[in-house]
């Protein structure tokens, strides 16, 4: 089975704080990313070169998720990008028309491959971004968080005392 590292994922959304988010989960899966702030600039970078995934948003300045896709299904080189869209708007009318054509070009198989709902959970996001690419993730997912924040809540009053000091060592 291929490795995380071996694949690129280009992110797209025009929120920095999700592209931020969404871009650091990849890259602590391994995942080699890169990002485009909307699907302007998302087109200029598969043009410079083609990712072996897409994640997107559709509701973007210049052009939206939705506009970027019609342009990748006509371009024989880039019709099989596996897109998973992630948004906000599944669920409210702001793009009710553009999720309910996402929604029947992914019952008939086409693109996307997944649509997820923000707020996503990085286990997710890897998880369907591996499955996707049939990789294994590399580095430390955010499953490790998951893992970490449980060790924690488990741990007794004494451990946690140690944790608490090492952390003030470090800060100082």
Not at 62 to 78: A, F, I, Y
């Amino acid at each position: 089975m291929a490795q995380a590292s071996e694949k690129t994922v280009l992110v797209v959304d025009d929120e920095p704080d999700v592209r931020d988010f969404i871009a650091t989960c990849l890259e602590d899966a391994g995942f080699q990313v890169k990002t485009a702030v909307d699907g302007v600039d998302a087109l200029e970078k598969i043009e410079a070169s083609i990712p072996d995934l897409m994640t997107l948003d559709m509701v973007m300045p210049r052009r939206s998720g939705l506009s970027l896709m019609r342009k990748l299904r006509k371009n024989d080189k880039w019709k099989e990008i596996p897109v998973i869209v992630i948004t906000a708007h599944a669920q409210d009318e702001f793009a009710s028309e553009d999720v309910k054509e996402l929604l029947v070009a992914f019952e008939a198989k086409q693109q996307p491959r997944h649509i997820m709902e923000k707020p996503i959970t990085p286990p997710k996001l890897i998880d369907a971004v591996s499955e996707i690419l049939e990789v294994s993730p590399d580095g430390e997912t955010a499953g490790g968080k998951d893992n970490l924040l449980q060790a924690i809540k488990q741990a007794d009053a004494a451990t946690l005392q140690q944790i608490q000091s090492l952390l003030a060592k470090e800060k100082g």
